[in-house]
């Protein structure tokens, strides 16, 4: 019985035993921390820097359908440039990454009217060089920046009336100005307008566009919206 019971007691001690905790050191703690707040906090960082000292350009949008532009508390835009057929005949634009499509053989005496065109690697990243237009302003409205050319690289230097914005190719061209946050009380007035600036005119052949985004560009392409114009009514984002 003595024996039993002994046993009994060091099975006990034995699994009642644990290693002993080593303290915990503080750089485990204070640096996964301190990675987090540099992460979380460089994405305002880089818009608030950009606000600042980023160049004013102005973007024209691409023709849409207000019934669906405002959804939920975020409007969608694009813009001309986020097209790549508008972007194909500006120089720079075969020495992307990419390929060349192929045309299907076509019978004699048949002629084929295909014509390869240069298509983009997926999350290809470009340059778009934009020009200041020689008129800032018209009817109070701003006039949108022309597209020059495109490149890879980012240009060392450019003449003071042009600016470089970076965008990537995923289906179309994302320049991360394609959502904006709007208050509920101003989206049926935006709607409206918007409605009533793509309405075709008396005599016009095609829909009018006089709306346009201002937006800030920093030294290393990145943008942030400013404000939206819809003829001449201004909305800050």
Known sequence: MTSNFDENVEN???????????????????????LQTVIIGSVPAQAVYTHLTGTTVILQTAPVDPYDLLRGYYQTLSYDISNQSNLKTLPGWNDLPGGTTTCPTVKPPAKSTCKPEKYLNPETEL????????????????????????????????????????????????????QYFMP???????????????????????????????????????AVPVSLWVRERNYRF
Request: proline content about 10%; cysteine-free.
């Open 12 to 34: 006990q001690q034995m699994t009642s035993w644990e290693a002993p905790k080593k303290p915990l050191r503080g750089w485990r703690l204070w640096v996964p921390l301190l």
């Open 184 to 222: 509920e009380d101003q989206r049926e007035q935006i709607n409206n307008d918007i409605n009533q600036a793509q309405a075709r005119q008396p005599g016009q052949t095609r829909q009018a566009q006089p709306f346009v985004v201002e937006v800030k560009v920093n030294a290393q392409g990145h």
């Open 127 to 178: 340059y778009v060089i934009l020009e200041a237009p020689k008129t800032a302003a018209t009817s109070g409205r701003p006039q949108p920046w022309k597209p020059m050319r495109v490149s890879q690289e980012l240009p060392n230097q450019l003449p003071a009336n042009q600016v470089a914005l970076k965008g990537k190719y995923s289906g179309g061209i994302q320049y991360g100005l394609e």
